[in-house]
């Protein structure tokens, strides 16, 4: 007959799972922290502001971000990560104009709502992070397939390329750091950007949509 083992002493215990769990808690905490400071007070608000609302010690902040284009990276990929997702999924709605228009205004909102995603396309360090360059060829993919269901239907101007889609949201976005605060006035100028890619009575583009989407320099990390 089996001896049964002794159940263990609370000693021996591996206590590595309890720590990853923690080390989770607090980056979660961290990235929360830094997306609301960061949307009120810009990218350039201190980071013992991120560490004091986040509820951890400036160690634990530096430990895990020790600069602060390492901590933007990561926020940006996460929008990044989630908006690319939302794309894919749009993929399987009925309606090709509507499933483009909505991801449109779902990217506009989380400019809106992330002022650090309007600003850190201007910071060269974070913007050509190769993590968040795969990032964001997942998403403008994922917008390109979009597009190209809203033109094979007829609903979507023809002589747009998927590279035409970040300029496009950029420019209706720009607007929101000159709107007073909590103000969905950016929405209209998106409304008229959206108008403009409707095939009906569109009227020939006068240049050739841009090859690159890549930021051209900017501000240096």
């Not at 509820?55 to 940006?76: A, D, K, N, S």
């Not at 396309?121 to 998403?139: D, H, N």
């Not at 993919?141 to 496009?168: I, V």
Request: net charge negative; charged share 25%; hydrophobic share 45%.
């Amino acid at each position: 007959m089996p001896v049964p083992e002794p159940a263990p002493n609370a000693s021996d215990v591996d206590p590595e799972p309890r720590l990853r769990a923690d080390a989770q808690r607090n980056l979660d905490r961290i990235l929360t922290a830094a997306r609301e400071v960061f949307a009120e007070q810009g990218i350039d608000a201190p980071m013992t502001e991120v560490a004091r609302r986040a509820g951890v010690g400036h160690g634990t902040l530096y430990r895990r971000f020790p600069t602060r284009e390492q901590l933007m990276v990561t926020m940006i990929e996460q929008r990044l990560a989630e908006a690319a997702g939302a794309a894919e999924a749009a993929e399987a709605e009925d309606d090709a104009w509507s499933a483009l228009v909505g991801m449109i205004e779902l990217i506009g909102s989380m400019h809106a709502a992330d002022r650090c995603v309007v600003e850190s396309i201007e910071w060269e360090a974070v913007a050509r992070a190769p993590q968040v360059l795969a990032l964001k060829a997942r998403l403008l993919n994922a917008l390109g397939r979009l597009l190209r269901r809203a033109q094979d239907a007829g609903q979507a101007r023809a002589d747009l390329a998927p590279a035409d889609l970040p300029h496009l949201i950029s420019a209706a976005t720009r607007a929101i750091p000159s709107c007073p605060e909590g103000s969905d006035l950016w929405r209209r100028y998106l409304a008229v950007v959206v108008d403009g890619m409707r095939a009906p009575a569109a009227s020939p583009l006068p240049v050739d949509a841009p090859r690159d989407t890549a930021p051209a320099g900017g501000r240096a990390g």
